[in-house]
């Protein structure tokens, strides 16, 4: 099994623009994102996918590899379709956070693994719930999932809805669970995905995955511990900063 992991990064953003060459304590931002993901042992290589030529050459400023592509794609997932066309030999890929400088590798080993078995088609993370803050966010994707540890459905509502306990006490009756945003596409799969039109589903919610679960494809969910900190905006800069030179 050969694995690719990818760090889709795009110099545009509504709430921070330019965010992959934030300076972060002397590095920057995509570069702390690629030399924490370049230490997960599953992966044979790993590539910056851009629009970009201010994040092309300041990755090759650290010895990194960047790969140019389309400044037309609406997702990360389309990204890495395109470098899946350009750059072959590889059975499987790995879909990695741009904004998440603290990425824990062994989240994406999990990830990775997740193709030992011939059959997955995607893969992604999910996080036991442990706060009512995070159960009510709207901004923090459930997840259901069945017996097979496969994703059933996303949803931005919390989802499954307890009829028979106050909402203060759901977490003491049932396990919830929060998606962490890393996917695993197995090539084949990446490419046919790519092609699907936006789905009913994933209108409602704006949620990408729902347009592969609304076309049949099936999510294979792995478990972590680990936190993930991303950077949308210049406040959540500081968090990063507060961990990184406290």
């Not at 790969?67 to 037309?72: G, W």
């Not at 350009?86 to 994406?108: C, R, S």
Request: with cysteine.
């Amino acid at each position: 099994m050969k694995i690719l992991g990818i760090i889709p990064a795009r110099f545009a953003s509504t709430r921070f623009p330019g965010k992959p060459l934030v300076d972060i304590a002397g590095k920057t931002m995509i570069q702390r994102v690629y030399e924490k993901s370049a230490s997960a042992t599953t992966l044979n290589d790993l590539v910056v996918a851009t629009d970009d030529e201010r994040i092309y050459n300041a990755v090759k400023a650290f010895n990194g590899n960047a790969i140019m592509t389309s400044s037309e794609h609406q997702s990360g997932t389309d990204r890495c379709a395109e470098v899946a066309e350009k750059i072959t030999g590889y059975d499987a890929i790995i879909n990695i956070q741009g904004d998440e400088p603290l990425v824990d590798p062994n989240q994406i080993n999990l990830v990775a693994a997740c193709f030992n078995s011939a059959d997955t088609q995607l893969a992604t993370l999910v996080k036991k719930i442990k706060t009512q803050e995070e159960l009510f966010n709207h901004n923090t994707p459930k997840v259901l999932l069945n017996t097979k540890n496969e994703a059933l459905y996303f949803s931005r509502e919390t989802v499954p809805f307890l009829r028979n306990y106050d909402k203060k006490d759901w977490l003491k009756h049932h396990t919830f669970y929060k998606h962490i945003g890393i996917y695993g596409y197995s090539v084949d799969v990446l490419k046919q995905i790519a092609k699907l039109s936006v789905s009913s589903l994933e209108k409602a919610e704006s949620l990408e995955q729902l347009r592969w679960l609304e076309n049949g494809y099936r999510i294979k969910v792995s478990f972590t511990d680990s936190e993930t900190l991303a950077i949308d905006t210049p406040e959540d800069l500081e968090k990063v900063l507060a961990v990184i030179a406290p």
